[in-house]
C-alpha cells in the first residue's frame, strides 16, 4: 500500500549556488508520473551551513516559501539534516544540492519504498556529470583492508574485483528491480518515518561523511533493510568545484569520520589501526610525491600524516577551510 503522507526533502547547503538552481529546477519533473497513483506533494526544507556566496539571499528571493534555516557556522551535514527532520513530517528525502534528480527517478523511489514494508531506506543509482556509474552509490561495510585499498588503487581500477567488492553500484546497476545493500549513499535517499524515528536519526557526532553509513548500519541492526534502486537515477556532481584547500579540508574529515565509524562499530583498538594504516599509506605516497618533485601531494600526505598523529585539530582546520 502506497503511502499518502508529504514527503519532506531536506537540502544542506554550504556555498551552493553553482549547484542548487538545477537541483531545485528538476524537482517536479523528478516526481512526475504516468501510472498510477500518483506519489504525495512533497515539502521543501534547506538548512544552510553558513554560506557566503550568496546562496541564502538567492533562495530567499526565488523561493520565499520554502522553509529555510540559516546557521552561523558551519555545523555539519549530520546536525543539520536533524535540525531539519525535527520540523517535518512524513518520510525523508535527503538531498545533496550538487544533485539533480532525473525525470521520474524520486517517483521510483516513494514507490519501491512502499512496494517493501521492512525498507528503511532506498537510494537511486548515482550517475557522475559525464553520464557514467558512480559505483559509490551503494556499498558494503568499511573495513581496514577495504579502506586501505580505496586509498590505494580503488579510484584508479573502479572494476577491479576488490573495487567492485566494496563499491557496488556499478555492479548493481544492470539490475532490474531493487536491491538490498549494506549501506546507500546519504547524497540521495529516501528513508521511512518510522524507521528514522526508530533509531533517532543521524549521528551528530559525525561531522562529514560516513554519517549515512553509520545510519544505515544502525538501520540494518534494528531489523529493517536498505535498498538500491536502479531504475531511479539521480546525477551528483561530487564536489567538483571544491578549491585545493577545501579538497584536502574535507580529505581530512573524511579520515576523522572513518576513524570515529570503526571506533563505534569495531572498537578503539579497530580505530587506532585504521589511523596506523593510513599513517604507513601516507608515508609511502608522501616519499613517492617527493620523488617526483610534486609538492602539492606531499603536502596532502603530510597533512594525512599530522591527522594520524594527532598533531593538530584538524576538525577546526576543516572547519576554516570550508
Not at 550538487?98 to 514507490?111: A, E, K
Request: charged fraction near 20%; hydrophobic fraction near 40%; proline fraction near 7%.
Amino acid at each position: 500500500m502506497y503511502g499518502e503522507r508529504p514527503i519532506s526533502i531536506i537540502i544542506v547547503t554550504h556555498n551552493a549556488i553553482r549547484h542548487l538552481p538545477r537541483c531545485l529546477a528538476a524537482l517536479p519533473t523528478a516526481w512526475h508520473t504516468t501510472e498510477p497513483p500518483n506519489p504525495p506533494p512533497y515539502h521543501l526544507f534547506i538548512v544552510d551551513n553558513a554560506s557566503s556566496d550568496g546562496t541564502i539571499a538567492w533562495v530567499q528571493a526565488r523561493y520565499p516559501d520554502v522553509w529555510l534555516h540559516v546557521n552561523t557556522e558551519n555545523r555539519g551535514f549530520a546536525a543539520a539534516v536533524n535540525l531539519a527532520a525535527r520540523n517535518t513530517e512524513g518520510d525523508l528525502l535527503l538531498l545533496n544540492p550538487d544533485t539533480v534528480p532525473r525525470p521520474g527517478s524520486l517517483d521510483r523511489l516513494w514507490r519501491t519504498l512502499y512496494t517493501y514494508p521492512n525498507a528503511a531506506a532506498v537510494g537511486p543509482l548515482l550517475l557522475t556529470p559525464r553520464g557514467e556509474v558512480d559505483p559509490r552509490g551503494a556499498r558494503t561495510w568499511p573495513t581496514l583492508w577495504r579502506e586501505g585499498w580505496d586509498k590505494v588503487g580503488a579510484w584508479r581500477w573502479p572494476d577491479h574485483p576488490w573495487s567492485r567488492r566494496y563499491y557496488l553500484g556499478r555492479t548493481l546497476a544492470s539490475r532490474h528491480g531493487p536491491q538490498p545493500v549494506p549501506a546507500l549513499s546519504g547524497a540521495a535517499m529516501l528513508v521511512r518515518r518510522e524507521a528514522w524515528e526508530e533509531v533517532k536519526g543521524m549521528d551528530e557526532g559525525f561531522w562529514l561523511y560516513a554519517e549515512d553509513t553509520d545510519l544505515c548500519r544502525r538501520l540494518w541492526m534494528a531489523g529493517w533493510v536498505c535498498l538500491y534502486e536502479p531504475r531511479a537515477a539521480v546525477v551528483h556532481t561530487g564536489g567538483g568545484s571544491v578549491s585545493s584547500a577545501q579538497s584536502l579540508a574535507l580529505g581530512i574529515a573524511a579520515l576523522a569520520s572513518l576513524e570515529r565509524y570503526f571506533r563505534k562499530h569495531h572498537g578503539q583498538g579497530y580505530a587506532l589501526a585504521y589511523r596506523g594504516l593510513m599513517a604507513v599509506l601516507a608515508l609511502g605516497k608522501g616519499l613517492y610525491w617527493l620523488s617526483r618533485r610534486n609538492r602539492y601531494h606531499v603536502r596532502v600526505q603530510g597533512a594525512v600524516l599530522a591527522w594520524a598523529f594527532g598533531w593538530r585539530s584538524w576538525h577546526a582546520r576543516v572547519g576554516g577551510a570550508l
